[in-house]
């Protein structure tokens, strides 16, 4: 009898708990993808109500995605010592305290904190369902429920960035759409309490003393037939940032992160600039809105297609190819004619091919790390690697403030993806 729950569940077919613990983690990435963008959204509410400029706002910008890289490393590492469920349940407590804080924020200190704690939260989110969503994962479906689960972070961006926008046209409060968020995502905390369970290959990894009884409740829930022993761990790697550097995972480590790094980089230029970019062009904060929707209609379509791609295709020189091409897409923002329709399709196709970059990295640092140090290294990668997503912003707002043109900047940003293109070639053939 085989005695590995890991490799039940790699070799069986998808169970319907599978796939409501899969479905579930996409929702809660969703509300990642709102919570980030609600500043986006809110941007220029805010420079209007409180007069900033393009340099200071940048800095705003970037509060939660600092928070977001330190929580995906250091929460991200906690995920692995206590185990899934209770970092999830922790994180969603912490951006629903963090977006309520938000729409009350009396001026940008208190504002900008309160980004930087609700990105906590989000960073542990994402390294933690990440590793969820691998571990009920079969081995078959994968690679495409993990670029489907990233790819709930753009759902979340396009039905939030159309709520905000109504909420804009309204009234244009821009509190209004922090509290949005905030309600969205105390709905979900309860949900999540009651039909999350902890991830066997934790269990397993972690071995608490009632380790064996939790394993085969799960079991029993999957329609799987119960252990008579703890299975022997698969790895002894152990669930520390030093394990990242061994030999063993080195190169793979050094490398990702900085592919993730350059690419996220531009993704968060679209992300957090378009806004005020169409704004500045004479539009309102209502159509610039609707045009960074568009921007997240392309994001998810590249999700989708990237998750479905790795059923069929290379990952790594597939990766490649879309990054090079998300470069050469962008650098057209700054040639196009100042109009709707143009902006929505060139931030739509770039948002595509971005995103299919970003998004295709998952399931390749799924791959690498066990599950004793999986949630570590997905943090470490995407923590890290998010540096890239808070400098993003402040780069090209210092390119702006200093008199750079759009296509300038644009192009100096864009060069992002050809790093990233090149990280993913050198990564080690195993």
């Not at 929580?71 to 185990?83: E, F, K, P, Q, T």
């Not at 979340?156 to 969205?184: C, E, K, N, P, T």
Request: charged fraction near 10%.
């Amino acid at each position: 009898m085989n005695n590995d729950p890991g490799t039940i569940l790699d070799e069986g077919p998808m169970h319907r708990l599978q796939v409501t613990v899969v479905a579930l983690c996409i929702a809660l990435t969703a509300l990642d993808g709102f919570d980030v963008l609600a500043i986006s959204f809110a941007a220029p509410g805010i420079a209007a109500e409180w007069g900033i400029d393009r340099g200071v706002l940048g800095v705003v910008l970037s509060m939660e995605l600092l928070g977001m890289a330190l929580g995906s490393v250091l929460i991200g590492n906690l995920a692995d010592r206590i185990g899934r469920r209770p970092t999830i349940l922790g994180c969603l407590v912490v951006m629903t305290a963090g977006m309520l804080c938000a729409a009350f924020a009396a001026d940008l200190t208190m504002l900008s904190a309160t980004r930087f704690v609700t990105g906590l939260g989000i960073g542990g989110m994402l390294s933690s369902t990440s590793a969820m969503v691998a571990e009920f994962s079969s081995a078959r479906r994968r690679g495409m429920n993990l670029s489907f689960n990233i790819a709930g972070y753009s759902v979340g961006a396009i039905l939030g960035g159309m709520l905000a926008s109504l909420l804009l046209a309204d009234a244009g409060d821009w509190r209004r759409i922090f509290l949005l968020g905030a309600g969205m995502t105390a709905v979900l905390l309860p949900v999540a309490v009651f039909a999350l369970p902890e991830s066997i290959g934790s269990l397993a990894s972690r071995r608490p003393v009632d380790a064996l009884a939790r394993i085969n409740a799960v079991l029993a829930r999957l329609g799987r037939a119960p252990l008579g022993v703890l299975p022997q761990p698969q790895s002894h790697a152990k669930p520390s940032i030093a394990t990242l550097f061994s030999p063993d995972y080195l190169r793979p480590t050094v490398l990702l992160t900085f592919a993730y790094f350059a690419q996220i980089m531009l993704f968060y230029y679209v992300q957090k600039w378009v806004p005020k970019i169409v704004v500045d062009m004479g539009f309102t904060a209502a159509e610039a809105g609707r045009v960074l929707v568009c921007a997240n209609v392309g994001t998810l379509s590249g999700a989708v297609a990237i998750g479905l791609a790795s059923q069929k295709l290379p990952m790594r020189p597939t990766l490649a190819a879309v990054m090079a091409i998300g470069f050469g897409v962008i650098a057209l923002l700054g040639v196009v004619p100042q109009t709707l329709t143009a902006l929505s399709l060139v931030v739509g196709v770039a948002g595509f091919f971005i995103n299919a970059g970003v998004v295709g990295l998952y399931p390749v640092v799924a791959g690498v790390f066990p599950a004793t140090i999986r949630a570590s290294g997905t943090g470490f990668v995407i923590g890290v690697g998010r540096g890239g997503s808070a400098l993003g912003p402040v780069i090209a707002g210092a390119l702006f403030a200093g008199g750079g043109s759009l296509e300038l900047v644009s192009l100096a940003m864009g060069a992002g993806g050809l790093v990233a293109a090149a990280a993913v070639l050198a990564l080690p053939r195993r």
